[in-house]
């Protein structure tokens, strides 16, 4: 509209400046004429400029519309993806940059939300941050587990759930704190399922645990719901957990496995559970010298033997502490030897059953064992290893579990 109005006026500007260009010997009527059209010429001038600066005005007004809304918005959009950029790389100067940027107030509970909407955030990173060990990250992580919504999922639901929202970092002291609050919140948001956090932290693993054995397929022996369930005896202060729960928790992991982010096939439980095997082995007595076929179960940094696979009590227990294990030559192929250290005589400490139901200590200064083939030696050995190595998270977990499973008989 603007625009048309000024070509309208420049056109006629044209006309009248042809007519202004003829002779001067003119009538009194023609000058006239004359004087009128330069006044009209003149207005039409000024109408032009006024025109010209009603357009500079509206064009600046629509500019400046663009600069304060848009543009400001623009460049904190570009610096909020500045500070994903960041954090992805070291979360901690990631959350320094937005929090000096005033794109982030800095308490707990807004960075904890920050990190729980995780919108371009790398689940490794959030993990990273959530497990340093310095009392504001443990705020935020508290913060942060806060926000997940618990209330009526069972345990599988609310890890699955957990579990997704950030990658887990591989060192036991982190996994230990995060997993605390997760149970912590877990048992806030369900009064009465659990008697107490710590059951619910062992369960938890437990189903991690699960998950591995269930689908990781380098696991050859997938567990039956009666052995997990048999494998959570009193845990719930030295009392058992409901079976139909458990039953759920196992056929839901058993139809799905749990996801979890940036999953690089490197999953949790191979890092913390690699020890823990099951099998046919044979074994060699300790008075008798005969080999008898055992099931072998290797967890909480003992070794365990039954002698069917669905039997509850085991015929033998072997605390790994303080054993040492090496290949050894006999008649019967693939087999290794647990022994003390520095000394030869020393009766190794641990029990059997006999066959009349009496407990008793063993008698054995060193056990022999025979792996049905060279490759499941070289895994038992690897995973008896790695057992007696010490891995603090075992420690810990199976310090809970002593914890809740003697609890009965206070
Ligand atoms: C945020 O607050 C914490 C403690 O409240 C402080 O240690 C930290 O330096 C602050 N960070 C920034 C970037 O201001
Ligand atoms: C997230 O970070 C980890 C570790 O730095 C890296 O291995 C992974 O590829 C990253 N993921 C994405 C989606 O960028
Ligand atoms: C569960 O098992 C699957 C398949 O082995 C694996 O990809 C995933 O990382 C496991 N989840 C956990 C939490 O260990
Ligand atoms: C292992 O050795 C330590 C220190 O010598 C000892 O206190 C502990 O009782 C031993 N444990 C077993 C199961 O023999
Ligand atoms: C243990 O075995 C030794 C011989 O190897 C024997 O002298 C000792 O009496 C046995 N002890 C028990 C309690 O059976």
């Not at 610096?79 to 901690?92: I, L, S, T, W």
């Not at 957990?241 to 196992?250: G, S």
């Not at 060279?374 to 057992?387: G, P, V």
């Amino acid at each position: 509209m603007v625009l048309k109005g000024i070509s309208l006026v420049i056109l006629t500007l044209h006309l009248l400046c042809h007519v202004s260009l003829v002779p001067d010997d003119l009538t009194p009527e023609e000058q006239q004429e004359l004087e009128n059209i330069r006044r009209r010429k003149q207005e039409l001038l000024e109408d032009i400029q006024r025109l010209k600066n009603e357009i500079a005005e509206v064009t600046s007004e629509i500019e400046n519309l663009g600069s304060t809304e848009e543009r400001k918005n623009m460049q904190r959009n570009k610096q909020v993806a500045m500070g994903r950029k960041k954090f992805n790389m070291d979360p901690k100067k990631g959350i320094q940059f937005l929090i000096e940027n005033d794109l982030l107030k800095n308490t707990s509970d807004d960075i904890a939300q920050f990190l729980y909407k995780g919108e371009g955030l790398n689940k490794t990173a959030i993990g990273d941050y959530l497990g340093e060990r310095d009392d504001f990250n443990i705020k935020v992580l508290q913060a942060f587990v806060e926000l997940h919504e618990f209330t009526d999922l069972n345990l599988v639901q609310a890890l699955r759930q957990f579990l997704w929202s950030f990658r887990l970092p591989g060192e036991a002291q982190k996994i230990d704190r995060m997993m605390e609050t997760f149970a912590q919140r877990y048992c806030h948001c369900n009064p009465g399922v659990f008697q107490s956090t710590d059951t619910c932290y062992i369960l938890s693993f437990a189903i991690i645990m699960l998950n591995t054995s269930l689908h990781n397929p380098n696991v050859k022996d997938k567990p039956t719901v009666e052995r997990f369930i048999s494998m959570n005896r009193g845990i719930n202060d030295g009392g058992d957990l409901p079976e139909d729960l458990l039953r759920n928790l196992y056929e839901s992991i058993k139809n799905e496995p749990f996801k979890i982010p940036e999953d690089d096939g490197n999953d949790l439980t191979h890092t913390f559970f690699n020890p823990d095997r099951e099998g046919w082995l044979l074994k060699l007595g300790g008075r008798v010298k005969t080999w008898k076929r055992r099931w072998f179960i290797l967890t909480d940094n003992c070794l365990y033997y039954f002698e069917y696979t669905t039997d509850k009590e085991p015929r033998g227990i072997i605390p790994l502490e303080n054993l040492s294990i090496k290949e050894v030559e006999d008649k019967k192929p693939n087999c290794f030897e647990l022994f003390i250290p520095d000394s030869k005589d020393q009766v190794i400490k641990a029990c059997k059953t006999e066959a009349d139901g009496r407990v008793v200590e063993g008698n054995h200064t060193f056990y022999r064992i025979s792996a049905p083939t060279a490759e499941e030696k070289e895994e038992w050995m690897k995973s008896i290893k790695a057992a007696i190595s010490r891995d603090p998270f075992y420690e810990m977990l199976a310090a809970r579990k002593k914890k809740v499973s003697s609890m009965k008989r206070h």
